[in-house]
């Protein structure tokens, strides 16, 4: 049998794995004609005679494969063989002859590089020989060949030893002696150069050494039958082992394995797949060898599966205690066409792999303005046994952090594996400096030690602690295209008294926009025109008119004594007056779409149509919850957010520092606010002016009254 194994994995069902694609499927009984033979005469054109094949010539078959025969006698298609009837695995017709060894080194050769699909990939058939005098060889020596696949074109060559492990009794004309049969099973996956060991890649030439069994008078003889190219099959039914509803093959030697977590209980491999691909109805037998450590189910005898169709073998194939010491269990599975003996053997390891619990690592604390990044490591497996892996299925943050990359969901760690993070962002945009602290929670599930579904795994979760220190940004130039977002989380600046940021707004050109902490102009003096409620911030934009949303943060604890969040107002500092003034009346619309709100800019959006538009210029508010104010502007300037100092003049009802329509807007909606004739008294006077106020123009009088009779509206949408 192949040597070769490859491993899948099963679970709760057999998982999808690739078979290697056949060139050619044929199989030869040796027999002439149809519909019990091949389909052709072997030896049409015989030279010493019907169904002969003599010493140094070749008969090709139809399909291109050719039989060479080098053994210095004539050999034969037909059934005349004498010792090879005895053995259990030669039947009827075979290909069989008596070596001489006149020949300098007798052989039986069959080749493909003359047929149409080149070479084979794999090549099977049954041998028997047995030499009169003395018990026959229990091996026999091929030479295997694949022509112009080496490096620069050389042949590949190797030998291949199989052991004839069947002995039978010759018969009389051979003294009773012993001979020797067995299986050949050839596979390009397990054949490599004698000399640079590089892989085959097909299967051209097979010579067949028979000298062992050569004499001068022939009195040694073997015997070569159901020869199978591809994994082709003689008679009407043949039995394989499937998987996925039987749209997968598993080749002889696979390895298919079922992972546990190791826990109390039972650990079953449960039942595989047989499909029937043949044109007949059968019946399939299974037997158990190489156990190690798997208790073998009960298996199958004369189990009828249908022609086209599948069954199951009996469940469970093997157990074991799941508290067992991790590692490897397994028995070998062999499968037996009851009824088609041509159809070659299926065998196939049935493993369980049971999983020590991951042992996770990496610092749990982790400073991220230090460079430090977040790491997911798990201990490697222990010594001859399994440890699960896990993969991550999300992410939570808190605290304005996030990873980037490398301990993100899809991510698998296995064992003496790690994941680490190479970029984790703290959203630093609004906040004032210090140290800020958030959490990264990792969820994950367990999966075997290479990655795949593990039974009985468990959800398992990690929490890390982040840390950010914040120091000052002192500038920040952003150069945005034409109709990018000015924000949010684009543009901003801190300290420890303010941050500043833009939370909306589209660039109407490509430009260049500067923030900067500005310095009060008015600090020291002994009569400021305003009192701040931290540093002012200078926004600068290349292009000017756009319609943006600045956001202020403030330190509660610097607020000026008796100023309530509420009251807090938007300033811009007016260079020529040398005052700081309403921000609101150097916007575009002059202040008119002036409106207070009490809460967020997202919570303002809320009651409008949810996006920024020209409407919602000289809107402002103040968030208390979150220490934050924001308005709503057009213009660069020195920003600053305050209150106005000194007495209030009478007749400003809205606090602005100035007395103007705006105030009069207010006294309408409510007269309750104050005394129209303080508004009359000091009309046009900003806080800083002169106690004595003119009176309002006839002018403004009349269109006061116009507005008195006619009613005004108060609504902005």
């Not at 009984?29 to 519909?35: A, F, K, Q, R, V």
């Not at 001489?100 to 003359?114: G, S, V």
């Not at 008294?681 to 006061?704: D, F, I, R, T």
């Amino acid at each position: 049998m192949s040597n070769r194994s490859m491993h899948l994995i099963f679970a709760t069902a057999v998982m999808i794995a690739s078979a290697s694609g056949a060139s050619a499927q044929l199989f030869y009984s040796h027999t002439s004609g149809s519909p019990d033979g091949d389909g052709f005469v072997w030896d049409e054109f015989p030279e010493g005679g019907l169904n002969n094949l003599s010493d140094g010539n070749q008969f090709d078959t139809p399909d291109g494969v050719s039989y060479n025969n080098f053994t210095g006698n004539d050999t034969f298609f037909d059934d005349n063989y004498q010792a090879a009837g005895n053995a259990p695995n030669i039947n009827g017709d075979a290909w069989w002859g008596n070596p001489r060894d006149d020949e300098a080194f007798p052989q039986a050769n069959i080749h493909f590089f003359n047929s149409p699909f080149g070479g084979a990939q794999t090549l099977d058939f049954d041998f028997a020989w047995a030499i009169a005098g003395q018990d026959a060889p229990d091996f026999l020596e091929l030479e295997i060949y694949d022509y112009e696949a080496g490096i620069e074109g050389e042949d590949l060559f190797t030998f291949v030893y199989v052991e004839l492990d069947q002995a039978w009794n010759a018969g009389g004309a051979f003294g009773g002696f012993d001979g020797r049969s067995g299986t050949v099973f050839l596979d390009i996956f397990d054949l490599t150069d004698e000399n640079t060991g590089e892989p085959f890649t097909e299967i051209e030439d097979v010579l067949i050494t028979v000298a062992d069994v050569g004499t001068s008078g022939g009195t040694g003889e073997f015997a070569i039958d159901n020869v199978s190219i591809d994994g082709g099959v003689g008679g009407g039914s043949e039995v394989i082992f499937t998987g996925n509803s039987g749209t997968i093959i598993f080749e002889n030697g696979t390895t298919i394995t079922s992972n546990y977590l190791r826990k109390p209980g039972t650990a079953t491999f449960s039942t595989i797949v047989v499909s029937n691909v043949g044109t007949e109805d059968t019946t399939f037998s299974t037997t158990f060898d190489n156990v190690n450590g798997l208790t073998p189910g009960v298996p199958d005898s004369g189990k009828f599966v249908a022609a086209g169709s599948d069954a199951f073998t009996n469940s469970p194939l093997g157990s074991v205690d799941q508290n067992s010491p991790s590692g490897h269990y397994s028995l070998d599975v062999n499968l037996f066409n009851d009824s088609n003996p041509s159809d070659p053997i299926n065998f196939l390891t049935a493993r369980i792999g049971l999983h020590d619990a991951p042992s996770l690592g990496g610092a749990q604390n982790v400073d991220v303005s230090a460079g430090e990044q977040v790491t997911l490591s798990n201990a490697a497996a222990p010594a001859g046994g399994l440890r699960a892996g896990v993969e991550i299925t999300s992410t939570l943050f808190s605290g304005g952090f996030a990873v980037l990359d490398g301990v993100t969901a899809g991510a698998k760690v296995l064992p003496g594996e790690s994941a680490s993070s190479t970029s984790i962002t703290f959203d630093r945009y609004g906040k004032l400096n210090g140290t800020y602290n958030g959490t990264l929670t990792v969820n994950m599930e367990m999966k075997s030690q290479l990655g795949f579904f593990l039974n009985d795994a468990e959800t398992l979760d990690r929490v890390y602690s982040l840390s950010f220190d914040l120091d000052s940004t002192n500038i920040d130039t952003v150069n945005f295209a034409a109709s990018e977002e000015l924000g949010p989380r684009k543009i901003g600046v801190n300290n420890a008294t303010m941050a500043a940021t833009i939370l909306d707004g589209t660039s109407t050109a490509a430009q260049t926009v500067v923030m900067t902490p500005g310095g009060n102009p008015e600090f020291g003096e002994s009569d400021p025109s305003a009192d701040l409620t931290g540093d002012p911030v200078d926004v600068s934009f290349s292009a000017s008119g756009d319609l943006y949303v600045l956001q202020y943060t403030f330190d509660e604890g610097n607020l000026p004594g008796g100023l309530s969040e509420a009251d807090i107002l938007p300033l811009a500092y007016e260079t020529g007056q040398q005052d700081w003034i309403n921000a609101l009346g150097l916007n575009s619309d002059g202040g008119a779409g002036e409106a207070f709100f009490l809460g967020s800019f997202a919570d303002y959006l809320l009651g409008t149509d949810g996006t920024l538009d020209p409407a919602d210029l000289s809107a402002y508010g103040v968030d208390p919850a979150n220490n934050m104010a924001w308005v709503v502007l057009d213009y660069n300037s020195l920003f600053g957010f305050g209150r106005f100092a000194g007495a209030a003049i009478p007749g400003d009802f809205n606090n602005d520092g100035d007395v103007n329509g705006l105030d009069f807007l207010d006294w309408q909606r409510n007269p309750a606010i104050g005394d129209l004739a303080d508004w009359q008294a000091n009309y046009g006077q900003p806080l800083s002016a002169a106690e004595v106020v003119p009176e309002p123009s006839s002018a403004v009088l009349l269109m006061l009254g116009a507005l008195a009779l006619c009613g005004v509206s108060t609504s902005r949408r």
